[in-house]
């Protein structure tokens, strides 16, 4: 066969031609589906709603139809693992979560946990359960799965570090909402959220509201999950994505055959570290404080001094205190909160939610139920309450909360004590530098 046979022959086959000239009917792109030709390779991409009955049928329908080389998943290692073994749960260490500063993520992963399984309860459908039926329906017919996602952990931290201060008010208010939410979901709802126009609409709307966390969340782990979907190995990758993925992911592809783009994604796959500038920063405030307190004795007398050291003992304890108290805290758990918040006020490395989180632990010590029923307890105040690990979360998040409302009172109020002594300590300079 000539040089020039061969391209035709390809060219034939790219078209959908087979070699005696005939048409081969290539089945078209969806509002679900994706199919694109890239360099050789086929990727079809599978659209689906995580809590989806559709969904799960689409997947399997889709896996057996294709017979794809490759399914990529879009779940990273850990969520598989949690999928494959329900009862993973039950290993879960609390007071190392909190030590390992895991607390606020553990309750967003709960909370939205828990938000996805309210939306899938009308159409009798577990959360991420299209995922499990890719990998099941993929094992059932010997073709390799990878698992393509970003790690959950890796991705929740860096939609926090890199919001600002409004912008992390304005997440764990949507959190809140979400967990609080009454709202009932119907299921023909949810199979709207697969269609284009509907997405569009939903990107746009959080692009708006929190442009940093679509950042994180969406456009970044489009690139992501494009890069990994590239890698994956076979001339056909079948990709099963959540339906807000498809325009991004498919972007990113075409971007990675031109060239345009490299696979690595070590730029986003990592939690950014406090620089130099901001470990000091959070020295700044503790330092600042003590500076005051000592003012006070030195300028102003042992009685003002005094009462300096009261406000902020007072503030930090008694708010830390009230919040532990809110969050239905054990006694001594109200105590250690009161006697701790103003000393970890001064020390960036532990909070005080660290300290009622392991005395609640210790105290109010989780039982299994507490385990089974975390999910359907985040869905309802009274299940706040009423679950034991929960309950450990909500000390840990009301008495930080207090302790940083005291922190900023009690250094206001700090601040302002100064004008009564401020002539003196002018003084005292001028007089320094005039010797």
């Known amino acids: 066969m000539s040089k020039n046979d061969e391209q035709i022959e390809s060219e034939e086959k790219e078209s959908g031609a087979n070699v005696e000239g005939e048409k081969v009917e290539q089945p078209a792109s969806t509002q679900t589906q994706r199919r694109i030709s890239l360099n050789g390779r086929e990727f079809v991409l599978v659209g689906t709603a995580h809590v989806s009955a559709?969904?799960?049928?689409?997947?399997?329908?889709?896996?057996?139809?294709?017979?794809p080389s490759t399914v990529a998943i879009e779940l990273d290692k850990k969520r598989l693992a949690s999928l494959e073994d329900p009862e993973a749960w039950r290993k879960m260490d609390i007071i190392k979560v909190l030590k390992n500063r895991q607390g606020f993520l553990m309750l967003a992963n709960i909370v939205l946990a828990g938000y996805q399984k309210r939306m899938g309860q009308n159409a009798g459908v577990k959360p991420g359960e299209e995922m499990v039926a890719a990998i099941n329906k993929s094992k059932e017919m010997?073709?390799?799965?990878?698992?393509?996602?970003?790690?959950?952990?890796?991705?929740?931290?860096?939609?926090?570090s890199v919001?600002?201060?409004?912008?992390?008010?304005?997440?764990?208010?949507?959190?809140?909402?979400?967990?609080?939410?009454?709202?009932?979901?119907?299921?023909?709802?949810?199979?709207?959220?697969?269609?284009?126009?509907?997405?569009?609409?939903?990107?746009n709307e959080l692009s708006d509201y929190m442009p940093k966390v679509k950042q994180v969340l969406i456009d970044e782990r489009d690139r992501y999950l494009a890069s990994h979907i590239w890698e994956s190995q076979g001339d056909?990758?079948?990709?099963?994505?959540?339906?807000?993925?498809?325009?991004?992911?498919?972007?990113?592809?075409?971007?990675?055959?031109?060239?345009?783009?490299?696979?690595?994604?070590?730029?986003?796959?990592?939690?950014p570290k406090k620089t130099v500038a901001g470990k000091i920063a959070s020295w700044i405030i503790p330092i600042l404080i003590v500076t005051l307190i000592v003012l006070?004795?030195?300028?102003?007398?042992?009685?003002?001094?005094?009462?300096?050291?009261?406000?902020?003992?007072?503030?930090?304890?008694?708010?830390?205190?009230?919040?532990?108290?809110?969050?239905?805290?054990?006694?001594?758990?109200?105590?250690?909160?009161?006697?701790?918040?103003?000393?970890?006020?001064?020390?960036?490395?532990?909070?005080?939610?660290?300290?009622?989180?392991?005395?609640?632990?210790?105290?109010?010590?989780?039982?299994?139920?507490?385990?089974?029923?975390?999910?359907?307890?985040?869905?309802?105040?009274?299940?706040?309450?009423?679950?034991?690990?929960?309950?450990?979360?909500?000390?840990?998040?009301?008495?930080?909360l207090g302790s940083a409302i005291g922190t900023f009172t009690a250094g206001t109020t700090l601040v302002i004590s100064i004008k009564n002594f401020f002539s003196k300590i002018v003084d005292f300079f001028k007089n320094l530098f005039n010797h």
């Open 296 to 400: 006070g004795f030195i300028f102003g007398g042992k009685k003002t001094g005094t009462d300096m050291l009261k406000t902020w003992i007072l503030n930090n304890s008694i708010l830390a205190a009230i919040g532990t108290l809110i969050a239905g805290g054990h006694p001594l758990t109200i105590l250690a909160a009161f006697v701790a918040a103003p000393i970890t006020s001064l020390c960036p490395a532990v909070g005080v939610g660290l300290v009622t989180g392991i005395v609640q632990a210790f105290v109010g010590k989780p039982k299994v139920e507490d385990m089974e029923n975390i999910q359907n307890d985040s869905n309802s105040l009274k299940g706040f309450y009423r679950n034991r690990i929960l309950k450990v979360l909500l000390v840990f998040v009301l008495s930080s």
């Open 142 to 160: 010997n073709i390799p799965q990878v698992m393509v996602d970003r790690e959950i952990a890796t991705t929740l931290r860096r939609a926090w």
């Open 163 to 203: 919001n600002s201060l409004w912008g992390k008010c304005k997440l764990l208010s949507a959190l809140i909402a979400s967990a609080f939410s009454k709202e009932e979901t119907d299921p023909s709802e949810i199979e709207k959220l697969k269609q284009s126009s509907e997405m569009d609409s939903m990107m």
């Open 236 to 271: 056909k990758v079948l990709a099963v994505l959540g339906a807000g993925h498809l325009p991004g992911v498919e972007e990113n592809l075409k971007r990675l055959a031109s060239g345009e783009q490299k696979s690595d994604c070590s730029d986003i796959d990592f939690v």
């Open 54 to 67: 559709e969904s799960i049928k689409e997947v399997t329908d889709t896996i057996e139809s294709e017979k």
